[in-house]
């Protein structure tokens, strides 16, 4: 089964309450760095105190030792999935891994909003796809349990990685904005090419009728999945 995370890319706690309710009985969220440096661990923890699965998105990149202790921390507050980013080195995701014992980490591996030609421009001049392929041997060399990537990507992981979660953000319908995301993806095509878990969050936030947005969205992955 398909696993949704609605993301509550909102700035305070007030706002992630309102959309809590306002979907329920959704109970799997993704709370980014937005939403988490502004209202603490405290919310996180609350959160899954009250049965919600908690999806914490803060792309760790630093130094190994820091990472590390940083999982650490963030493993006691119950989250389920916790991303790192896999530019920081087999040496940082190897203890990353080591220290997640509760939870399931990700490595995000080419953040959706970088083209090509942005990549050149930062002096990087090998394609999203092979960088792709590099962060998916890096990350199931570590031991974690999957990869964050867009949907162009997925085909590829599925065969390189069988097993990994495949977690994608950038959902949106066709007929709709993409906004900062340049490689997104709508949430049936996802599925068919190997998503474990869709990220949506202005796919829904946004849309005038965000309960008939979610519902769609739902209905549209079950039906691929049955």
Avoid: C
Wanted: neutral net charge; charged residues 25%; glycine residues 6%.
């Amino acid at each position: 089964m398909v696993r949704l995370w609605v993301a509550l890319d909102v700035p305070d706690v007030t706002s992630a309450r309102r959309w809590m309710e306002k979907l329920a009985p959704h109970r799997a969220f993704k709370i980014g760095m937005q939403l988490f440096y502004q209202a603490g661990p405290d919310f996180v923890r609350q959160a899954v105190r009250e049965g919600y699965e908690i999806f914490l998105d803060l792309k760790l990149l630093d130094i190994p030792q820091t990472v590390e202790r940083a999982v650490l921390s963030l493993q006691d507050l119950g989250v389920s999935l916790l991303t790192v980013h896999s530019w920081g080195g087999a040496d940082m995701l190897a203890r990353a891994q080591r220290a997640a014992k509760t939870l399931d980490l990700i490595a995000v591996t080419v953040l959706t909003s970088l083209t090509h030609n942005e990549l050149a421009a930062l002096g990087i001049d090998t394609s999203v796809d092979v960088l792709v392929d590099h962060a998916i041997f890096a990350a199931r060399t570590a031991g974690l349990a999957g990869i964050v990537l867009s949907g162009g990507e997925l085909a590829a992981a599925r065969s390189l990685w069988p097993e990994a979660r495949r977690v994608v953000p950038g959902i949106r319908w066709a007929d709709r904005e993409s906004d900062d995301q340049r490689r997104v993806i709508d949430p049936p095509s996802a599925v068919r090419l190997g998503a474990t878990d869709l990220v949506v969050g202005r796919a829904i936030l946004a849309d005038p009728d965000p309960w008939a947005s979610y519902q769609r969205i739902v209905r549209s992955v079950e039906n691929v999945s049955q």
